[in-house]
Every structure is written in structure tokens, then in C-alpha cells.
């Protein structure tokens, strides 16, 4: 097999992976394919992670890359949740590998979890003077509440930072059609609690950034890019049940759009295809160091947003699932080693 026919295989192991259901919910069962398949279908049939990757890629130098996550409610996760976060920090991690700075944003109020998360995987967050002279550094910003401090939000981050090179919406909820924001189950949240992260959307694709999303329930960012054809398929794609009866799915319109099982999982799926596009086929962090990006957050107060525990679980998913799916997403990695050994 040449290598360039192998690469299309790997990228595809790893959207399988990234999508490997470990689901206890009937509700929730079958979901994750069902979400995967019209998202592969709507975005031209290649592997996702590798549309992703072979985009992203060529844009990375010299740029910056906006990591955005973080969700949460004020009752039963004030300070945010397990999955998010260490997704983010992979990424963060894989990109200062690549000598690629990144800027983490988030509300105020989940981003202790988050820039704990970010640096238990490796990556060192900076003071904003020292992160601009890194390169593979992280700079964590908080993102305001509510909409109308958004747009003034937007325009003065993008004319402060360094070019942005690419976007990724990781677990980050975006409103519906009727601007209303809900969780997976879709109860509505306030539009003053959340961080409006779905109008930088628009303004990065007006600047030709790739955006690129990862979400695992349908009311994620992302979503918007296949809405018209999940919604008669999702349970509560037409009505979410909450009294605006507009259904929970997203409506913000990306680029690229990677659904998964969990979305850190799908995370580290987009961090290990960088490095199969990039060739550095060694570049993702070992186990350790995620696990513990994994567990940082709760030190900060966040939960699983499953089970709602203080435990290194990810929605509902163990730390032993978590640690064989990220092993399988190294094995792919390993195995474009075997195939192309002279990259090593």
C-alpha cells in the first residue's frame, strides 16, 4: 500500500474511534452514529479528521490557533465539566509540538478548570507579553457573558492577537435557530450566563480562518453545518421540549464539523491527524500526562457532566475508556510509523 493510500486509512481509524459509543442510556444509544454518519455524508464522504487536518495544516505558521470550550450550569456544574477541557489541552499540546501558540478562551468562571487542564498535559500558559514571544506556549483569556458584550469582545481579541491561523469549538454549546441555548437534554439556559462564543464564527470565516468544531450531543457550536439534515432524525432536533419548542441543535455553520462519542475524544482524533499530516508521527503526549488534564479540571471544581461527580469520568465514560480510546488513537499513529519508518 503507498503511504498516501495508508494516510486515508488512518484518518478514517481515527473518526471510528472518535466515535466509538460506550453509552448506559437507552435515550442515548445509537446517537453517536447517527450524528457521524450525516456528518460524513454532508461534508463530501472523506474522513473527517482528515479534511480537518490537510486544512488546518498549511495555515499553522506564523498564526495562532483559538481553542474554545467550556459548559457548565449554574445548579449542578457551576464550574464547569470534565469534557472540554482535556480535549483542549491535546490540542494545545500537539500544536506547541508544532510551533504553534494557542489561545484558550472560556468564561470566567470555568477557566480555572480549563488552564489547569491545558497545563497538566504539558503546555505552559503565559502572561500575554511572554506567551507572544513562544511558540509553543498557551495564553488563557475569559471570554463575557451574555450577548452584548460579545461583538466588542470579538473585534478587540481579533485585532490584539497574533493572525489567527485556525478556530476549534470543543464542547462548546451554541444557540438554535431561535437563538435559545440548551443542554443535551434540551433544558434551555440562560442567554446572560453563557459566553455568546458562537459569533466568532462568523467573523473568523469573513477573515477566511477555517473553523472547526467538535461536539457530542447536538447543541454544540457545529452543529448549524448539518442542521437541516439531523434535525428530522435527532429526537429533539424539532422540539427540545423547552418552551421555545425550536429543537436543541446548534445553528452556528462551521467549517469542518467532527461529531464523536465524547468530544474529548474527537479532540484527540483532530490532534493526532495533525501529526499524520504533518509526518511527526511521535508528537502526541503520553497517557500520564493526559490523564491528569483529565483530572485537573475537578480540582477547580468541575464534574463529570454525566454522573455530576468530583471523579475523573468523562461523560458517564470510565478513566479506564477513556484511557483505551486514547490508546487506540496513539495506535494509529503507531501504525503510520510501521508503514513509513523513515519519519520516525
Known amino acids: 500500500m503507498q503511504p498516501e493510500a495508508a494516510k ?11 466515535n466509538l459509543e460506550l453509552k448506559n442510556n437507552p435515550a442515548q444509544q445509537g446517537g453517536t452514529a447517527l450524528r457521524y454518519r450525516v456528518a460524513r455524508e454532508q461534508q463530501g464522504t472523506a474522513p473527517i479528521c482528515g479534511q480537518i487536518a490537510e486544512a488546518v495544516l498549511p495555515r499553522l505558521k506564523d498564526g495562532t490557533v483559538l481553542l474554545v470550550t467550556g459548559t457548565g450550569n449554574p445548579a449542578w456544574l457551576p464550574h464547569g465539566e470534565t469534557d472540554g477541557p482535556s480535549g483542549v489541552a491535546v490540542l494545545a499540546r500537539v500544536l506547541g509540538t508544532l ?22 498535559a504539558g503546555t505552559p500558559l503565559l502572561a500575554e507579553d511572554a506567551w507572544r514571544e513562544r511558540r ?20 478587540e481579541l481579533l485585532g490584539r492577537l497574533p493572525p489567527v491561523a485556525a478556530a476549534f469549538f470543543v464542547e462548546k454549546p451554541g444557540p438554535n435557530a431561535l437563538g435559545v ?9 440562560s442567554p446572560d450566563w453563557v459566553a455568546h462564543a ?21 447543541n454544540e457550536i457545529g452543529f448549524g453545518r448539518i442542521r437541516d439534515q439531523l434535525a ?10 423547552c ?40 508528537l502526541m503526549p503520553d497517557w500520564t500526562a493526559v490523564q491528569s488534564s483529565v ?46 519508518p523513515q519519519e520516525l
Open 8 to 18: 486515508g486509512w488512518y484518518y478514517d481509524y481515527l473518526d471510528q474511534i472518535a
Open 243 to 282: 418552551p421555545c419548542h425550536g429543537g436543541l441543535l446548534d445553528a452556528t455553520a462551521v467549517d469542518f464539523l467532527l461529531p464523536a462519542a465524547v468530544s474529548n475524544w474527537g479532540a484527540y482524533a483532530i490532534a493526532a491527524a495533525l501529526g499524520l499530516a504533518s509526518g511527526r508521527l511521535s
Open 232 to 241: 428530522d432524525l435527532h429526537p429533539r432536533g424539532r422540539d427540545c421540549g
Open 295 to 340: 483530572a485537573a479540571p475537578i480540582a477547580a471544581g468541575a464534574f463529570d457532566g454525566y454522573s455530576g461527580l468530583a471523579v475523573p469520568t468523562v461523560d458517564g465514560t470510565s478513566l479506564a475508556a477513556n484511557q483505551a480510546i486514547y490508546a487506540l488513537v496513539c495506535e494509529v499513529l503507531r501504525l503510520a510509523r510501521e508503514q513509513r
Open 198 to 218: 458562537h459569533r466568532l464564527v462568523p467573523a473568523l470565516r469573513a477573515r477566511g480562518v477555517p473553523t472547526v468544531a467538535v461536539g457530542d450531543g447536538g
Open 136 to 155: 509553543n506556549a498557551a495564553l488563557a483569556l475569559p471570554f463575557p457573558t451574555g450577548a452584548d458584550a460579545a461583538d466588542a469582545f470579538i473585534d
Open 181 to 189: 441555548f440548551h443542554n443535551s437534554s434540551g433544558k434551555p439556559k
Open 99 to 120: 510551533g504553534v501558540r494557542s489561545c484558550v478562551l472560556s468564561e470566567q468562571r470555568f477557566l480555572p478548570g480549563i488552564a489547569a487542564s491545558v497545563q497538566a
